[in-house]
């Protein structure tokens, strides 16, 4: 399984996929689109990262916050395609939600940490349209939140 | 009809679907999906919200107009699908912003207030992907905006 | 063409399509949906628009950045589309974000800019539907950032 390898190669395991924090779920599938919960950057129950960029998080701790929320992100895609991330045709889509002060500008830089993650992993199938946002507030007081659109098979 | 049924055992009637606020259209169908423009709280003309959250809002207000705007929401998808709800085959996806102050975080309580509605009224066909994030301010000072992507058939 | 013949008569040339910030590519086709990346006011290089609405940018000003934003995602479709936008058959959706200041609520009337220009161009295919929403902060300092969900054959 090529994207097995990939993470391996990375030193990367999937995490668990994370329980929604609220009534939704983590992933829908509608024909050859997944549409993914917004994710945030948990690891083993606890957010790796709270508040805004950079007054509380610096950019670098933000970008890997981001590459959590795509990790989770595989991972919630994982499930959906019973283990198989090799039926991922296409990352479509990522939109990359930053906690942000005032006059910060860098989002694209911070959401660079996903969208690396994601053309490491898949290769020229990752390579996504995207929209970086800053955001005054995120759920949880999370940092980063992700949410992906991706092309299935 | 089902739908029509929940909405009766809810004691809910749906509301005109609303007259987008400018230059837009207030769903567009493209194949087996539907997109919403983004709802604000309008009821009877007028918003029922208005401010961010909490300090213009409670978190308990601020529900509520969250599931008016998924109210709206279903008004607008009615609309589209002459009338008849019972063609939803999936809620895909809800994005939905919520007005905050700074240091707000429980944008996912807010969010739900939608997210429930859609349960309610499709049942497992209404189990959706989400993403809540906190913007500095909406559309006519609204509290909350939810925007609806749709199955149907 | 149509659409050239549209843009000749208001006085429009695409831009070159603009290059991403950052790690993503500006579109990406999944069936008959072409998913645009958020677009910024870029033209010729530089922003013609930076910081929120209304300190540092006027609503007319920030229309016209908008607008730019959106002649921005048609020369990024027109790539995707061999050069050939008579081949989009509905402009589905807008996401448009514009940086404001706190209590700024006329986002609709600035993400007319980006709106009216997709009336102009497509007629009755450019009807969308559209979510307008504030951001505490966009990227490069951009004052408004808009992503296009297009339908094309």
């Given at each position: 399984?090529?994207?097995?390898?990939?993470?391996?190669?990375?030193?990367?395991?999937?995490?668990?996929?994370?329980?929604?924090?609220?009534?939704?779920?983590?992933?829908?599938?509608?024909?050859?689109?997944?549409?993914?919960?917004?994710?945030?950057?948990?690891?083993?129950?606890?957010?790796?990262?709270?508040?805004?960029?950079?007054?509380a998080v610096?950019?670098?701790?933000?970008?890997?916050?981001?590459?959590?929320?795509?990790?989770?992100?595989?991972?919630?895609?994982?499930?959906?395609?019973?283990?198989?991330?090799?039926?991922?045709?296409?990352i479509v889509?990522?939109?990359?939600?930053?906690?942000?002060?005032?006059?910060?500008?860098?989002?694209?830089?911070?959401?660079?940490?996903?969208?690396?993650?994601?053309?490491?992993?898949?290769?020229?199938?990752?390579?996504?349209?995207r929209a970086?946002?800053?955001?005054?507030?995120?759920?949880?007081?999370?940092?980063?939140?992700?949410?992906?659109?991706?092309?299935?098979?």
């Amino acid at each position: 399984m090529k994207v097995a390898n990939r993470l391996a190669d990375l030193g990367l395991t999937l995490p668990a996929a994370p329980t929604p924090v609220a009534a939704y779920v983590p992933a829908v599938r509608t024909g050859n689109l997944v549409y993914t919960a917004g994710q945030i950057p948990m690891s083993e129950g606890a957010l790796i990262a709270t508040g805004p960029v950079p007054s509380a998080v610096g950019i670098e701790a933000a970008q890997t916050a981001a590459r959590q929320c795509g990790l989770n992100a595989l991972a919630v895609l994982a499930n959906i395609l019973d283990g198989d991330l090799d039926r991922v045709t296409r990352i479509v889509r990522l939109g990359v939600f930053v906690a942000s002060d005032p006059g910060f500008t860098d989002q694209p830089k911070v959401a660079n940490g996903a969208s690396e993650l994601m053309l490491q992993i898949f290769g020229e199938a990752g390579r996504h349209a995207r929209a970086a946002v800053g955001s005054i507030g995120l759920p949880l007081g999370a940092t980063v939140e992700v949410e992906v659109v991706a092309e299935v098979r």
